[in-house]
């Protein structure tokens, strides 16, 4: 794919569960990586957790020692503030779902990549012609939604903000192609095509729970089994992180202006008590960050 050759190093911006994810698959696939974060710190404990997922891939004999050490080396962290992103060629932002933040990180990204740089956000709702708007290449700026996790899920979300140039769709699309995932082109209208349809879903499970319908478990157990999802809701948003779950709703309800999308009470309850899912220890369920990959346990009592 010659529309790549130019591409060798890849800068993900934010070192949570998706940049972490998106890291590690850039960096399988042979590309150089700048993992950057607000502090080196945290960029380094993402690199380290993908470390600690190649690791586990080597145990299931799934991937060999050495192609995981190889992996790993490929990843740089950094500190996004640190001016060392004039070597990327290509970035995936993947920081808090917020656009105040996602507009002054792309400001930054503006300012520290070299002009003709694609900057894609992995955002899962906010507005890409908002997002474009904050820098002096709009047409440089995309949507490249990943699903959650990255190294697994087989989908990429492309979203074309109205300034986006034909090039830059082309280019973001070749690169998801060599990643290895199927691409699908959105309008930039809130939420996309995935989260417009899951996140009222999701929703209408909290408000479910709120109401009294049926536990936790007994909801996951009925969309699994009977509307056969491979994750009950509940599970689901433990996964995705019960604090942007809540934030893509509110990009929702606040953008549409329906109030179909207004978040459940209950969501708001548990993420001002900090109970975020995996990424804390405690959502839905109990969910220890040692078993990150397993199912959740099942709190005494999360009503
Ligand atoms: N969680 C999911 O299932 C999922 C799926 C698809 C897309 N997304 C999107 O991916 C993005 C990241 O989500 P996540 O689940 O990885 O969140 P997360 O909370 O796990 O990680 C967010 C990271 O962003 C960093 N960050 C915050 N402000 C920053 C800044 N100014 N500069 C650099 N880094 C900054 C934080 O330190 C943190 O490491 C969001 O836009 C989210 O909507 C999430």
Redesign the pocket.
């Known amino acids: 794919m010659a529309i790549l050759d130019g591409i060798r190093r890849v800068g993900v ?7 972490r994810g998106i890291a590690q698959l850039a960096a399988a696939h042979g590309f150089s990586v700048t993992l ?3 502090g080196r710190d ?1 960029a380094e404990r ?1 690199r380290a957790a993908v470390g600690q997922q190649l690791a586990k891939l080597v145990e299931k004999n799934k991937l060999g020692a050495d192609v995981a050490a190889q992996t790993l080396a490929r990843i740089e962290p950094c500190d ?1 503030y640190g001016g060392e992103l004039e070597a990327v060629d290509f970035v995936v932002e ?4 917020d656009v105040a ?1 996602k507009r ?2 792309f400001a930054t990204l503006d300012r520290a990549c070299r002009g003709g740089v694609v900057l894609a956000t ?4 906010i507005s890409i012609t908002a997002i474009g708007a904050a820098v002096k290449r709009p047409d440089r700026v995309i949507g490249m ?4 996790p990255p190294p697994i899920m087989k989908l990429v979300e492309i979203i074309r903000g109205l300034a986006t140039a034909d090039g830059t769709y082309e280019t973001t699309r070749a690169l998801a192609e060599r990643l290895g995932k199927q691409t699908v082109l959105s309008r930039d209208i809130s939420g996309f095509i995935v989260n417009r349809v899951l996140m009222p879903m999701l929703n209408e499970a909290c408000f479910a729970l709120y109401e009294g319908i049926g536990s936790v478990e007994d909801m996951d157990v009925a969309i699994q089994l009977g509307l056969k999802h491979p994750m009950g809701p509940f599970s689901l948003m433990d ?3 019960l ?2 779950a809540l ?2 709703l509110e990009v929702l309800h606040r953008d549409l202006g329906d109030p179909k999308y207004r978040p459940c009470p209950l969501l708001r309850q548990y993420v001002a008590a900090g109970w975020l899912g995996r ?1 804390s220890g405690r959502g839905f369920y109990h969910c220890p960050p040692t078993a990150q990959t397993s199912g959740p346990i099942r709190t005494e009592e999360t009503r």
Do not use: C, P, V
């Not at 992995?122 to 709702?125: D, F, K, P």
């Open positions: 911006i934010g070192a949570g569960q998706m940049g950057a974060d607000i945290i993402g996004l993947a920081a808090t779902e933040t002054e990180i992995n955002t899962s709702s939604h990943f699903m959650n996964l995705i992180g604090d942007t934030a893509i990424k």
